[in-house]
């Protein structure tokens, strides 16, 4: 992650001079770059990042808010592939849902649930914390009410909520794409880009953005979103969300992180295994139809 910075190219080191000085950094050693607010980046350095397969992504402070992102680290679609074929599995969809939903539940067996059960329990648990939080800190609570068009509309404590949950979408959606999954394919989400963020930024709402909403609305200035979301960046440190974050969901997707199998040979796909590229397989002249 950087911020307020230049970043540069010398020879194949990628260069980050701040007010400190300057750091070279070997680009073949990242797999994301995250930029934050006051950063210039180069073209020389942005060829070097595409060269090495390096994902960059523009987000806001601390990695808070996602705006946009370039190529993912991996140049193999392992992680998409294993995503899609969890997806589009009803069992192994409905055994990943459960997965998610037993990370809120510690204490409770939900291998056999339903996933309006499911549901019903995540609902009841989320009002159960709503009602925790407004008693701890004082804060006037009636129920989750935004309007999407109007968020001015909104009473502090929702307007709280809604900032804090846009800065925990920008960061799952940044870690996301940068390990190379698919933003769009939800497991309990479904229909929109960001489905499987929403899926991910949930099982962290009661560690980060409720406690933070709470505690900013019960300031009696509290008028900015921007408290609320520095709120979120502070737990997002403390909790070392990323780093849990890119382990949840390797494990969600069976996947793994090993370093070695992020370059892959370019294959061909066939019915039955997948063949080398880069071969002309037209049949021989002469040769006998099957």
Request: glycine share 6%; charged share 25%; aromatic share 6%.
């Amino acid at each position: 992650y950087v911020e307020r910075a230049v970043v540069n190219r010398d020879n194949n080191a990628l260069t980050i001079t701040d007010q400190r000085g300057t750091a070279h950094v070997p680009a073949t050693t990242l797999a994301a770059l995250l930029l934050g607010p006051g950063t210039r980046v180069t073209y020389a350095a942005m060829a070097l990042l595409g060269d090495a397969g390096v994902s960059v992504v523009w987000t806001g402070e601390r990695g808070v808010r996602y705006y946009a992102h370039g190529r993912p680290p991996a140049k193999s679609s392992r992680n998409a592939e294993a995503q899609a074929a969890i997806v589009t599995h009803q069992r192994k969809r409905l055994e990943c849902a459960r997965a998610m939903y037993s990370m809120r539940f510690a204490d409770e067996d939900v291998s056999e649930a339903s996933m309006s059960q499911l549901r019903g329990r995540e609902g009841a648990r989320m009002k159960k914390l709503y009602a925790e939080h407004a008693e701890r800190t004082g804060v006037s609570w009636n129920r989750r009410s935004y309007d999407p068009n109007d968020f001015d509309s909104g009473d502090p404590i929702n307007r709280a909520l809604t900032g804090a949950n846009a800065a925990l979408y920008g960061i799952a959606h940044a870690v996301i794409t940068a390990l190379g999954f698919i933003p769009s394919l939800g497991v309990i989400h479904n229909g929109t880009d960001r489905a499987l963020v929403y899926d991910i930024a949930d099982l962290y709402k009661a560690d980060i953005t409720i406690p933070a909403a709470f505690d900013a609305a019960a300031n009696s200035g509290f008028e900015s979103v921007s408290n609320v979301r520095h709120r979120v960046r502070d737990k997002v440190v403390e909790y070392r969300l990323m780093e849990k974050m890119v382990r949840d969901l390797h494990r969600l997707m069976r996947t793994d992180d090993d370093a070695d199998s992020i370059d892959v040979e370019l294959m061909l796909w066939n019915e039955l295994e997948v063949i080398a590229s880069g071969i002309n397989w037209a049949e021989p002249e002469g040769a006998d139809s099957p």
